[in-house]
């Protein structure tokens, strides 16, 4: 029963994942066609600040707390995809923090839509992606 409650607490903070990243897809696709550099940088810098605050911590809990207690009950494949996203999310997620910080130094000489923003459109895709992957695996045990 407790691994059960503990599942539904990760099915739900995927939740409020889904519904965070939604209304950052929005804000940036807001400026797919019209370039506005300080609501870019705003947008971002929140973005960013999302991600290192809430999701990598949401990572290092799964980590540490759930996958260990499943690994025996998702097949050897499945459990090393499931922190295989978690890396190369966090590979993405370096990059375009490297990305952000040329933007920041030389907005006016910067592409700013192959370097941040269809970046980030990428970065939402591949979390809610692993997400979606991690709500199929886990509602194993509900």
């Not at 059960?4 to 897809?25: C, G, M, Q």
């Not at 190369?88 to 923090?97: C, D, G, P, Y």
């Not at 130094?105 to 895709?125: G, H, R, V």
């Amino acid at each position: 029963m407790s691994q059960i409650k503990n599942i539904s607490f990760y099915l739900e903070e995927h939740k409020e994942i889904y519904e965070k990243l939604d209304l950052f897809l929005k804000q940036f696709s807001s400026l797919k066609n019209q370039r506005d550099d300080k609501f870019l940088l705003q947008v971002s810098q929140e973005f960013y600040s999302y991600i290192q605050e809430l999701l990598l911590s949401h990572f290092d809990k799964e980590e540490t707390n759930l996958f260990p207690n499943i690994k025996e009950q998702l097949a050897i494949e499945i459990y090393n995809r499931l922190l295989d996203d978690h890396e190369e999310i966090r590979q993405k997620f370096i990059r375009l923090k490297n990305e952000f910080a040329d933007f920041e130094k030389s907005p006016e000489a910067f592409d700013y839509k192959t370097k941040i923003l269809f970046p980030s459109y990428n970065l939402i895709a591949t979390i809610n992606h692993h997400a979606q992957r991690e709500d199929k695996y886990l509602a194993f045990d509900e």
